[in-house]
């Protein structure tokens, strides 16, 4: 399978390659993108490097798609977006996301989001996507649930981070309510 290359009006949604480790150790490294993110922020660059290599191996086997977000006006990578767990025989992922502040509260993540979704459903024949959130990641909760997310429940101890367990939530949309919202 080649890598699908996604669009939307403003962005267009790239592979990460090893000439973005730039980009993806800023953004990692920084403490307001990683605190509901689990896992600890970057310190070494070789920590973009090897997430980057693990983005490419589970593309490889079919385990998850993560794209680089690009600005149209200026090719800037400012964040990811992707499905992780993905698990074609059940018909489900998890949808996963992380934008530079710098961009935060502009559209850039629905706009994104909302391509991977139609993606998710119409090319890879997915029924359901779920995200898994930190309670008190409120942008979060409210972004994805204006997207037609239902959040299901709590899952207690589920996230280990900076030497802590995390409660989050957990939040999806099937293939059909998909469908209802784009009518």
């Known amino acids: 399978m080649t890598f699908p ?4 009006k403003r962005l267009k949604l790239i592979e990460i390659t090893h000439q973005h ?8 490294s ?6 509901f993110y689990g896992t600890n922020r ?4 070789v920590e973009a490097s090897r997430l980057i290599d693990m983005i ?5 086997e079919k385990r998850g798609i993560r794209w680089g977000i690009k600005l149209k006006e200026n090719q800037k990578i400012i ?3 992707g499905l992780n767990a993905l698990h074609l025989k059940n018909k489900r992922a998890e949808i996963g996301y992380e934008l530079h502040p710098s961009f935060w509260r502009t559209g850039y993540v629905t706009e994104a989001i909302k391509e991977v979704l139609r993606f998710s459903f119409d090319q890879l024949d997915l029924y359901r996507v779920g995200a898994v959130v930190y309670p008190e990641n ?6 994805l649930m204006k997207l037609g997310f239902t959040k299901e429940g709590l899952l207690r101890g589920y996230i280990h981070q900076n030497e ?3 409660d989050t939530y957990v939040l999806s949309i099937l293939q059909p309510e998909w469908g209802k919202s784009q009518e």
């Not at 920084?30 to 605190?35: D, G």
């Not at 970057?42 to 660059?45: H, I, N, P």
């Open 5 to 8: 290359i996604l669009e939307t």
């Open 21 to 28: 480790v730039d980009p993806l150790y800023e953004i990692l």
């Open 30 to 35: 920084l403490e307001e993108v990683t605190q």
């Open 42 to 45: 970057f310190t070494l660059q």
């Open 56 to 60: 490419h191996k589970n593309f490889l």
């Open 79 to 81: 964040g990811t977006v």
């Open 138 to 143: 409120e942008a979060s909760i409210n972004l």
């Open 164 to 166: 802590q367990f995390h």
